[in-house]
Nanobody, 124 residues
């Protein structure tokens, strides 16, 4: 069982940066792949980025590639999503999720545990 808590969301102007954190309970956190998803009002939840349990493999969605970076610190049981050059289109509720797959999944259905999410609002 893994419990996830997101933090770091807020209001930022276009062009600014935010770093989201996904904190996890459990002593075997390094065994879990972690992904970030987001859902904007009126839209379906979409994949943003994912990282393998040991941090060696990462996947980033094309819409955020070059602007967002995913990383993790297993000693702190935390996964980060560094978001730079934010755009109004990045406004959404951001969720982190965890799964034991051996490779970072990109589909929602492959994740077993979800956090409550954190709001990111980018003003123009």
């Amino acid at each position: 069982q893994v419990q996830l808590v997101e933090s770091g969301g807020g209001l930022v102007q276009a062009g600014g940066s935010l770093r989201l954190s996904c904190g996890a309970s459990g002593r075997t956190f390094s065994g879990y792949d972690v992904g970030w998803f987001r859902q904007a009002p009126g839209k379906e939840r979409e994949f943003v980025a994912a990282i393998s349990g040991n941090g060696a493999a990462t996947i980033v969605a094309g819409s955020v590639k070059g602007r967002f970076t995913i990383s993790r610190d297993n000693a702190k049981n935390t996964v980060y999503l560094q978001m730079n050059t934010l755009k109004p289109d990045d406004t959404a509720f951001y969720y982190c999720a965890a799964a034991r797959r051996g490779a970072p999944p990109t589909r929602e259905a492959e994740y077993d545990y979800w956090g409550q999410g954190t709001q990111v609002t980018v003003s123009s």
